[in-house]
């Protein structure tokens, strides 16, 4: 089956600064997910993005179908971004998503 | 919109009972409903694939038996674990799909099963 994977698997920041989570996979797919898992354990849809590029306020992803990887920009970060952050994909012809093993994001103040 | 709520969001329950979780799409028709187990500091694992009005399909190494999956309605997908044991103790979590073209999953805020 698929593969993904995320680096880095753990990230500490000060608030205010950037930084780009990352997520390879390993075939073609059809569905591409970035959530935020929060600390109640709630997953945020942040986006759904199999390719391209989309913005939503700080965040921005950027999907590179053809080279298999997808990033998640985090800009000027505040304490609230921090938790777990899950890639998700599903293979062409799959509907299932399967997800990497998350980066874990500190924020301190 | 593309609301999905799960009851209830915790739960204790002694060895040997059985458990009743149910999802429901609030906001819109869920062609296709997902079970997810997350253990502590773990990623999310699919359980089994359900579609209104037919039997699940399982992941590899569930236990059908244990875990019992109903999806009656576009709306409404329920899990039961069965003769629940401590090993069952997890964090699950319920995703929904409209079925159209895009396949994007809305999660649940999940359900967190303690078995004493």
């Known amino acids: 089956g698929i593969q993904v994977e995320q680096s880095p698997p753990d990230l500490i920041l000060q608030e205010g600064a950037n930084s780009t989570l990352r997520c390879n996979f390993s075939d073609s797919v059809n569905n591409l997910q970035w959530f935020h898992q929060n600390p109640w354990g709630q997953l945020i849809n942040l986006f759904y993005i199999p390719s391209g590029t989309k913005q939503n306020g700080r965040l921005s992803a950027t999907t590179v179908a053809t080279e298999r990887y997808s990033l998640l920009y985090i800009s000027s970060s505040q304490t609230t971004d921090s938790g777990v952050y899950f890639c998700?994909?599903?293979?062409?012809?799959?509907?299932?998503?399967?997800f990497g093993t998350g980066t874990r994001l500190l924020v301190s103040p | 919109g593309a609301v999905v709520s799960q009851h209830p969001s915790w739960v204790i329950c002694k060895s040997g009972t059985s458990v009743k979780i149910e999802c429901r799409s609030l906001?819109?028709?869920?062609?296709?409903m997902f079970w997810y187990r997350q253990f502590p500091k773990q990623s999310l694992m699919l359980m089994a694939t359900?579609?209104?009005?037919?039997?699940?399909?399982?992941e590899q190494g569930v236990e059908k038996d244990k875990f019992l999956i109903n999806h009656a309605s576009l709306t409404l997908s329920t899990l039961t674990v069965t003769s629940a044991h401590p090993e069952d103790s997890s964090f699950y979590i319920c995703?929904?799909?409209?079925?159209?073209?895009?396949?994007?999953?809305?999660f649940g805020p999940g359900t967190r099963l303690t078995v004493l």
């Open positions: 359900s579609n209104e009005g037919s039997k699940a399909t399982y």
């Open positions: 906001d819109f028709q869920a062609t296709t």
């Open positions: 995703s929904a799909s409209r079925g159209d073209i895009y396949n994007e999953q809305f």
């Open positions: 998700a994909v599903a293979g062409t012809g799959f509907q299932k998503l399967v």
